[in-house]
């Protein structure tokens, strides 16, 4: 069993656990991002795509960007879950199989990610704290996708089964009890 075997983890925990993964082998993670990151750049150079501060871009770069950006982090999100996992399990890590795992899913990749894009951009605009609910609630969609094999649907179901119990419901209450909508109770 590796350092960071398997067991139930607080999120300070959690977030330890991912720098030790990254650590044992960073080129990987890193070779992945420029992998993806990298083209998109030169797209972006090439065609005069990028949004520079004090220029308003027109509403097709805008949603260029937009498109491209969601491509970029999903693609990039499946595939350091694939390598998180190889070297989690201290398998050896593989750029390419990561990419082709993440080829063979992506279409409910991208469906499932849209979806909590959607449900997070609606908490959004109803006000801050709702956006936060299907944040906790699909935390796990990506993984559920390329390490489950699970369609868009069921990375859904697995991932709301994973977080339930563990995150806070919208309490006003609460919210009062520690200060956040006025003094503290």
Same mark, same amino acid.
């Given at each position: ?10 999120? !300070?925990?959690?977030?330890? &656990? $991912? ?14 991002? /420029? ?27 805008? $949603? ?5 950006? #969601? ?15 190889? #070297? ?8 390419? &199989? ?16 849209? !979806? ?19 944040? /906790?609630?699909?935390? $796990?969609?990506?993984? /559920? ?8 649907? &069921? ?8 977080? $339930?119990?563990?995150?806070? !419901? ?16």
């Amino acid at each position: 069993m590796t350092e960071i075997g398997l067991r139930p983890r607080s999120a !300070t925990e959690l977030v330890d &656990a $991912a720098f030790q993964v990254f650590r044992r082998t960073p080129v990987q993670f890193i070779v992945a991002a /420029a992998l993806v990151y990298v083209p998109w750049l030169v797209i972006q150079l090439v065609f005069d795509l990028e949004i520079t501060p004090g220029q308003i871009p027109g509403f097709d770069v805008l $949603a260029i960007n937009l498109v491209a950006g #969601v491509v970029v982090y999903v693609i990039l999100g499946g595939a350091i879950a694939v390598l998180a996992r190889d #070297v989690y399990f201290d398998r050896p890590p593989d750029v390419g &199989a990561a990419f082709r795992v993440v080829g063979v899913r992506v279409v409910p990749l991208v469906i499932a990610s849209l !979806t909590v894009l959607a449900m997070t951009s609606i908490g959004l605009v109803l006000l801050f704290l709702p956006a936060l609910y299907p944040i /906790a609630r699909f935390f $796990a969609v990506r993984q /559920a996708v390329v390490l489950e094999n699970a369609g868009a649907g &069921a990375a859904l179901s697995r991932s709301s089964v994973l977080s $339930a119990g563990i995150k806070r !419901t919208f309490d006003p209450k609460h919210l009062l009890n520690i200060g956040i909508l006025g003094e503290p109770a």
